[in-house]
């Protein structure tokens, strides 16, 4: 198990750090730092620090222009504002990400801009995907909207013969007086009582989380984790790396265990062939997210889950429906699993996205820290 220790941001000031005022960039969106002609950082905000998947003290102790694929252009133009041939630039870049498993490269908008009295340049990075994902979010909530109107009226219809089906089965167990037979009933019985739970679930109102307790995300991934090596005992392996420093928060436990079960559980269903051949994982990851944006609210903490599988990804031809009611990726689904997932987390005012090629899905759910 990989544990990481925790951080700080105030704690990552060191000698040469920059002065506490700049402390309020920590609040903006936008990634902004702020580097000397040589391109050394003397402040990076939570955002910067978030997108690279680095702790501050890690990002104060290199180079800005360590981090852009081609820096040559930044250099000149950062060089080009200090000696004042212009007040302001923009241009393209591809910033890196050394936290992302391949290092994927994040394209950015630059803004250098000169500082009053100062030897110094601020450089803000605007991610140029950050509107289309802003619209994406957006499109996913009215979806998922639109989701729980057709569950509840589903589990309506559902309600009723279910009531019919127990009843019947209670007046047969009365009937019969063979042994064998009334086992045969009670499993009805059981079976319908346990439909009527989820039905009745599902129709409960969708605001808020139902039992509200302190809520450890690593007990909730253990959990899920020996679930599902309950059933995949071989040929799977699920991994773990987790950041202990995660505080508890207050939610709906067996809600969360629900929906990363569903989602870990559809990810050993899809890699079937590599557990046959034993290279078979899933990775669940824990992160802090800080400055994070979402349904329209800015919280200054969040929780970030991972869960990450090395299948076949998910069919391009559902990729943008995985979340949609009765679609599902495989034979004999029920096209409901990621649909409740998305809705538990939303319960908690958290999100799901999937990123998904061939060789890894990585579904990952924010949800806001205290």
């Known amino acids: 198990m990989k544990l990481i220790p925790a951080h700080d941001p105030v704690a990552a000031r060191g000698p040469g750090a920059a002065p506490a005022s700049y402390t309020a960039l920590d609040y903006l969106a936008t990634m902004v730092a702020i580097v000397d002609a040589d391109g050394r950082c003397v402040f990076a905000n939570a955002a910067f620090e978030n997108v690279l998947g680095m702790s501050r003290r890690s990002v ?29 630039s923009r241009l393209e870049a591809q910033l890196r990400r050394p936290s992302t498993s391949h290092g994927d490269a994040l394209p950015v908008h630059v803004i250098v801009n000169q500082m009053d009295h100062s030897n110094d340049v601020i450089i803000e990075l605007v991610e140029i995907e950050q509107q289309t994902r802003q619209d994406r979010e957006e499109r996913a909530l009215d979806q998922a909207q ?29 009937e019969v007086e063979s042994r064998a037979l009334t086992e045969y009933t009670q499993v009805i019985i059981q ?24 809520v450890n995300i690593h007990e ?3 959990r899920v984790r020996s679930l599902i090596l309950a059933e995949f005992p071989r040929g799977l392996q699920v991994e773990r790396d987790y ?9 709906d436990r067996e809600q969360l265990i629900q929906a990363v079960l569903n989602i870990a559980h559809n990810a050993a269903h899809a890699l079937a062939e590599r557990i046959a051949t034993g290279d078979a994982a899933i990775t669940m990851r824990t992160r802090i997210a800080r400055q994070v944006t979402l349904g329209k609210q ?11 599988d090395n299948g076949p990804g998910v069919p391009e031809s559902i990729r943008d429906r995985i979340f949609f009611p009765l679609v599902s990726g495989r034979d004999g689904g029920s096209g409901l699993g990621l649909t409740l997932a998305q809705t538990f987390v939303q319960q908690h005012q958290g999100m799901i996205e999937c990123d998904s090629v061939p060789g890894k899905t990585s579904f990952k759910i924010v949800i806001p820290l205290p």
Not at 71 to 86: C, E, I, P, R
Not at 198 to 207: C, E, I, S, T, W
Not at 298 to 308: D, S
């Open 146 to 174: 639109a989701n729980k109107e057709l569950i509840r009226n589903l589990a309506h219809e559902i309600k009723n013969p279910l009531g019919g089906i127990r009843g019947a089965a209670q007046l047969l167990e009365m």
């Open 60 to 88: 104060l102790r290199g180079s800005l222009f360590d981090w852009f694929v081609d820096s040559q252009l930044l250099h000149d133009t950062v060089a080009a504002v200090l000696n004042n041939v212009f007040s302001t």
């Open 220 to 222: 909730v991934c253990e």
């Open 298 to 308: 800015r919280y200054r903490l969040a929780l970030e889950l991972h869960i990450e």
């Open 191 to 214: 079976e319908a009582d346990r439909l009527q739970a989820l039905v009745d679930r599902l129709l409960a109102p969708h605001r808020k989380p139902h039992v509200v307790s302190d």
């Open 243 to 251: 950041d202990i420093s995660i505080p508890d928060f207050r939610g």
